[in-house]
Nanobody, 121 residues
């Protein structure tokens, strides 16, 4: 079985940067697509960024120009680079990915455990 393991959250001042990582725990799987969602207190979970290993990406309007999603196939990891963070970016960030089983060639959707990002002075 494979898991998505997130890391990189934390506390940052407004205007600062963080990079979230989401790694597949097994080398027998590879990313097909990857997305980052966030959930703030008393708000619905929203899609922040999505991308494919072929290079297509899309972003929530409020993060365009500040956030960037990328993949490292060799490390089986998807990243979310977050620059110029603002207090309204405070939330738990979840990665979501379609992983392809290299043996069976089946693709399954998985969620990471979540990473807290707090932007505060």
């Amino acid at each position: 079985q494979v898991q998505l393991v997130e890391s990189g959250g934390g506390l940052v001042q407004p205007g600062g940067s963080l990079r979230l990582s989401c790694a597949a725990s097994s080398g027998m799987f590879m990313f097909h697509t990857g997305s980052w969602y966030r959930e703030a207190p008393e708000k619905q979970r929203e899609l922040v960024a999505t991308g494919t290993i072929h290079g297509s990406t899309d972003y929530l309007d409020s993060v365009k120009g500040r956030f960037s999603i990328s993949f490292d196939s060799a490390k089986r990891t998807v990243y979310l680079q977050m620059n110029n963070l603002q207090p309204e970016d405070t939330a738990v960030y979840y990665c979501n990915a379609d992983l392809r089983d290299l043996i069976s060639s089946t693709t399954t959707n998985y969620w990471g455990q979540g990473a807290q990002v707090t932007v505060s002075s």
